[in-house]
């Protein structure tokens, strides 16, 4: 156990897990800096999108004799 509070991500146990393993290597674990995150409304319309299908479905369901 350190000796001093470390805080560690997820992603960063992951890649430590995977490198420690010999599945990934230093050059796979790098990031790309021109990654960008997704924004909130790309989330909530995908998000929208498979909801409206789940409800579309129940309701035929509901309503089908």
């Known amino acids: ?3 001093f509070y470390v805080h560690l991500s997820g992603r ?3 890649d430590a ?3 420690a393993n010999g599945i990934i290597t230093e050059d796979q674990n790098s990031r790309n800096p ?3 995150a997704c924004s909130n409304v790309d ?3 995908i998000m929208e999108s498979k909801i ?3 409800i579309d ?3 035929k369901q ?3 004799p």
Request: proline content about 4%.
């Open 1 to 3: 156990m350190p000796s």
């Open 12 to 14: 960063d146990v992951d």
């Open 17 to 19: 897990i995977l490198k």
């Open 34 to 36: 021109n990654e960008t």
């Open 43 to 45: 989330i909530s319309t």
């Open 52 to 54: 409206s299908k789940l």
């Open 57 to 59: 479905e129940r309701v």
């Open 62 to 64: 509901i309503f089908e």
